[in-house]
């Protein structure tokens, strides 16, 4: 059964400070996503993350994957307050039937602090 | 419109209504999801359409649950006799499959509060 564990599930830290979100799963998968959700609001996609080595950045936040390892980060830079929200990490498995199945990890929510 | 939409957005039941929550996917996405989220928690899977066909229902938490996609667009997720229990937001998510880097996209959801 494919498990995903986050941690830490709760992380307040300081406006210009840097910290890393880790994401570990437990069987091989096909996808690796982050989101972002706002308080009452949906998902919103982040990042992609498709194979072994793959880094992808957008402004101040990162992603990378260790597939050998089944291990997501997500290294937030020089955090601000509008960073503020639940980040999620999901991993995808393709079955053979075709089906598909995004597992989500209890996410971790992130309060920046002025 | 560009999104997933779903309605209603809100949705108030008496303990052991039925309701029925709508999703319209994203036109041309080939794979449609249903999640249930309870408050504070990640979302956690009900059940997976390719198309019209549901090649995966094992996250549906029991028999009142049911979900169909008959024409391989909207679909809707039916509960019956609605439990207290059954509170939570309700996101569909729909993705194309022929699109490795696509994302899943979230509609917003549908919250249900069984009272």
């Known amino acids: 059964e494919l498990k995903v564990e986050q941690n830490p599930l709760f992380l307040s830290m300081q406006e210009g400070k840097n910290y890393t979100i880790y994401c570990n799963y437990s069987t091989t998968s096909d996808r690796l996503y982050w989101y972002r959700q706002d308080p009452g609001k949906s998902l919103e996609s982040l990042f992609v993350?498709?194979?072994?080595?793959a880094v992808k950045q957008e402004g101040r936040l990162m992603a990378s994957l260790d597939t050998k390892a089944r291990l997501s980060t997500l290294h937030i830079t020089a955090a601000v307050h509008d960073l503020s929200a639940t980040y999620f990490c999901a991993v995808d498995r393709v079955t053979q039937g075709g089906s598909e199945k995004l597992v989500f990890g209890k996410g971790t929510k992130l309060t920046v602090n002025p | 419109g560009a999104g997933v939409s779903q309605s209603p957005r809100y949705k108030v039941a008496k303990r052991g209504q039925d309701v029925a929550l709508r999703c319209d996917p994203i036109s041309g996405h080939v794979s449609l999801f249903w999640y249930q989220q309870a408050l504070g928690q990640g979302p956690e899977f009900l059940t997976y359409f390719q198309n019209e066909a549901q090649l995966d229902k094992s996250g549906l938490p029991s028999d009142r649950f049911f979900a169909e996609r008959p024409e391989g667009s909207v679909s809707t997720l039916k509960i019956q006799r609605t439990q207290q229990e059954d509170s939570a937001v309700y996101l569909c998510a729909s993705s194309s499959w022929t699109d490795q880097n696509s994302p899943l996209h979230f509609g917003n959801g549908t919250r249900l509060t069984v009272t």
């Open positions: 993350l498709l194979s072994n080595g």
